[in-house]
Structure formats: structure tokens, C-alpha cells
């Protein structure tokens, strides 16, 4: 008997963002292994599952990925339905292609379930399109963790072509900034900081590339951030007020 592996997004929090058939698998799973940045109320979703906390959290390292893929292998081959529950989308930024990769090498079926990713949510859920007509018709999502992830994407990006959306910065903003600024980027450029989107700890601050090179913005406080550089960030102030009275109307629906 074949067991099945579901690599689910799971969105950027809150459990409302789940897709349908997120819930469902949830529903029906035997085992979850789940990312730090995934909700409680999501993971208990799977009520007759064995779950585990794969992911890393604050500083302390997670379980090694090989591992995660060898657990996965073992318990879909025990024929049990596996749910892989991952932030956000699972194809964006987090792994799940070679986790992909390493079900098809062992001959395992799997299916992916995509998830609202937080380079969209986060700026949409503050009042921030990404795109927007006679602003920008394009963005691009990149990973801040590290000069040698992002450099080479800001290296190919005309200065204020298109909206940036930066993963895994926060701790590096005053270098990000830095590389903009260098490679022409204008100072008085839009930024904002996008801190726990759709959570109930949800925290944005806006300004500058500028003030991001000073180090501006609210500390981190443990909660995951996304950076968002661009002129699209100037809708906020429109746009902030009336996407909080539609959230409030679709929750209490
Ligand atoms: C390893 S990446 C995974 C991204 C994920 N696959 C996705 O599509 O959202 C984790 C990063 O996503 C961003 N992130 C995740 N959840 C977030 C949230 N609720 N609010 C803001 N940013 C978030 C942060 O930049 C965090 O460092």
C-alpha cells in the first residue's frame, strides 16, 4: 500500500487564509510536519494526526532537511497520508522543490497544494498592490538573507523599475538599503516593513530606503517581517483604512 505526501502552503498565519483543500488534507492526514512560522490553529486542523514541529525557531536549528525528507519517505512507504505543512506557499523561498525532488527520487507520490504567499499577503493585507496600474506593472521576490542571494537580482533591476519584495531581510535592512543605494536606487524611495501579516501581533512601519539605512522601523520582536521597496508603498495610506473594514466584514461572515 502507497501512502501520499502533501506538500501544503499553509499562508502567512492566520487560519482563515488556508486554502480548501489545505483544510482537507489536514483533515484526513496520519502525520504533519510543520515550519515554526506555521499557526497552531492550522496544525491542530489535523486532528487524528502524530504532529512535529520540523522548523527552525529563534536561533536554535531545526531538523536537518534530510531528515524531514527520510521521515516524509518513510511514512508514505508505511502507507500513511503525510501532510508537509509549510509557510506561506510551499514553492516560494522555502524548500519545497527539493523536497519535491527527493519524493520523486524515492518514488513516492506526492502532490503540491499551493498557499497564499507572504510576498503578496503581507503588502496586500497592509494596504500595499504590488503592482499597480501607472506605478508599476511588475515586482520581484527575493530572498534578503544573505548579499549573495540578492545582489545579483538587484545587479539586473533598473533603479525603481519595478516594486522589490525581500524575504528574510529584516535583520539585514541597513545592508539592503545600502546595495540600493549604491547601485542608484533614490533615497527618497518608498519602503515599508511588514511585520507578522494576517496575525493577531501584525505590525507595519513605512518610510524610506533612506530610513531604512538608518536602521528605522520597529524591532522584530521575534516575528517574521517582509520588506517591501517600491512606490506602490505610497497607496498604503489610501488604501490601510478600507482593508481593515473588509477583513472585519469577511470574518465575521
Ligand atoms: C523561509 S521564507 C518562506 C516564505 C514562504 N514560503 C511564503 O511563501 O510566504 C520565511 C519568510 O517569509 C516572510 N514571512 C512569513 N510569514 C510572514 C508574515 N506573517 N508576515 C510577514 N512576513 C512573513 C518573512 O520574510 C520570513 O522570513
Redesign the pocket.
Known amino acids: 500500500m502507497k501512502g501520499l505526501v502533501s506538500l501544503v ?1 499553509a499562508g ?2 492566520d487560519p482563515h487564509l488556508l486554502t480548501r483543500a489545505a483544510v482537507a488534507r489536514l483533515r484526513r492526514a496520519d502525520l504533519v510536519l510543520y515550519d515554526a ?1 506555521v499557526c497552531d490553529d492550522a496544525v491542530a486542523i489535523a486532528r487524528h494526526a502524530k504532529k512535529f514541529s520540523v522548523g527552525k525557531r529563534a536561533g536554535r536549528a531545526g531538523v536537518r532537511q534530510e531528515t524531514i525528507h527520510s521521515l516524509m519517505i518513510r511514512a508514505a512507504r508505511r502507507g500513511q497520508r503525510v501532510v508537509r505543512l ?5 514553492f ?3 524548500r519545497g522543490g527539493e523536497e519535491a525532488l527527493a519524493l520523486r527520487a524515492a518514488n513516492v507520490p506526492f502532490e503540491v497544494i499551493p ?1 497564499v ?3 503578496i499577503a ?1 503588502p496586500a493585507l497592509a494596504g500595499i498592490p504590488v503592482t499597480h496600474r501607472g506605478v508599476t506593472s511588475a515586482f520581484t521576490v527575493l530572498a534578503g538573507h544573505s548579499p549573495a542571494a540578492y545582489e545579483p537580482v538587484l545587479d539586473s533591476i533598473r533603479p525603481g523599475a519595478m516594486t522589490l519584495v525581500l ?3 529584516i535583520s539585514a535592512q541597513r545592508e539592503i538599503a545600502a546595495a540600493l543605494l549604491t547601485r542608484g536606487w533614490a533615497p527618497s524611495t518608498p519602503a515599508a516593513i ?6 493577531d501581533d501584525a505590525e507595519a512601519w513605512t518610510g524610506t530606503i533612506a530610513g531604512l539605512n538608518r536602521g528605522e522601523g520597529p524591532g522584530d520582536a521575534g516575528r ?3 520588506l517591501v521597496i517600491g512606490d506602490v508603498v505610497r497607496l498604503r495610506s489610501a488604501l490601510k483604512d478600507q482593508d481593515a473594514i473588509a477583513r472585519e466584514a469577511a470574518v465575521s461572515r
Not at 194 to 199: Q, T, V, Y
Open positions: 502552503g502567512p498565519g512560522l509549510k509557510g506561506g506557499d510551499p516560494v523561498l522555502g498557499g504567499s507572504s510576498a503581507a524575504l528574510m531581510a511588514l511585520f507578522a501579516a494576517s496575525r517574521p517581517g517582509t
